[in-house]
């Protein structure tokens, strides 16, 4: 019996469900079943009574409960005492934020750190890529989510994934592009963003040949963005993700044959690489994101 077992005991508990409990452990169902399994063989009987509602705890489970939250905390302590404290990560780290906390998996890396490091204070501000990047250049910021490529020899970028841009436009539009050319959907009106907004870098990369369209309005919030484009204001770019949403899709068509790609990352300064606080940042990113985050 270890602490992942009993860990992932009292997480299903307090769940009530396979799937969140997955969230909050930030493992896939598969491992959080398993280890569940294993203990469910040495103790020799179930805990959980499965549905498709989820998970109900039996009465031997109920009655293990408190004393698995117990063990866990005794665990706690005797790592939090056999752990030297110099290694204890202490401080605040600022993190600049853009697009939404779902797409940046915000809201399990702060659970993560909040775990891994209880003496480590994190927080938010959200704005776009170029408020992200001037905050940390300006030491303003540590950190900062920023969608598209980092030239910038003071900043170091931690990859995290690669975020697919369409173009929408009002579906009432369709018989303005006879042709669905470029230069057809430049003369259109365009829902645009502001200068340090990372699409302006997709926009000049889709009308480089052509010059950029007019914007009758600009939003940097993306349901903003989807909002006026719905209402017919302008044509807009948006992550395809998000339009995968009918909510979000509706009265709006996508041209596939426009769509662009923006790497996303975050930064922080070269010369903080090495920083406590940051390596425990890149840590956890790695394992939020299952890939190599490192620096």
Known sequence: MDFDQLRAFVVIAEEGHLGRASDKL???QSAVSKRLKSLEDIAGRPLFLRSREGMTITAFGTALLPHARHALEAMRKVRDLV?????????????????????LRLGPL???????????????????????????????????????EIDD?????????????????????????????????AALPWVGVSEGSSQIALFKRLFGPTGMPIFAAEADQESSIISLARAEVGACLIRRNLLSDPTFAQGLSILPQFELFAPLNIIVRAGDRKRAEIVALAASLSRIWKAEAEL
């Open 153 to 185: 020899a003071h900043l170091a970028t931690i990859p995290l994934s690669t975020e697919r841009y369409a173009v929408a436009i009002p579906t009432r539009w369709l018989g303005k592009l006879p042709h669905n050319t470029a230069e057809e959907i």
């Open 83 to 103: 752990v030297p404290a110099k290694s204890v990560v202490r401080g605040i780290v600022d993190i600049g934020t853009i697009i939404d906390p779902e797409s």
């Open 110 to 148: 702060l659970r993560l750190m909040a775990e891994l490091h209880p003496e480590l204070t994190v927080r938010v501000v959200h704005g776009t890529t170029g408020d992200g990047i001037k905050g940390v250049s300006s030491k303003r910021l540590d950190a900062a989510f920023c969608l598209g």
């Open 26 to 28: 930030n493992l896939t």
